[in-house]
């Protein structure tokens, strides 16, 4: 299926079912997005599909197809929006990327 993400277009092999979290981590290796809970909980995993929050670790992969997905490194092409610079925590970078598009101000 073809995905598009940060602005490029990726073909991929997957399972329909498979968690787009996980495409996007292990299949196409952007790991600014991350794991935590698992259970659309927490929000770590959380990336924009058509400019609206998603909790990848539980949207399936094919309900992506066709959509524009945002994560954290496609905010900016040279990593300078300032949600970017601090995303080395779990929970940091779920808060800035759900929160990207509101900045300033962001609160976590
Ligand atoms: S990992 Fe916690 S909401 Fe997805």
Redesign the pocket.
Known sequence: MELHVNNATYEVDVEPEMPL?WVIRDILNLKGTK???????????TVHIDGEPV????YPVSAAEGKLITTIEGLSENASHPVQHGSNTRYHSAVTVSQARSWPPYRC
């Open positions: 979290l794991f935590a809970c698992g259970i659309a909980q927490c929000g770590a995993c909790r990848s670790c539980s």
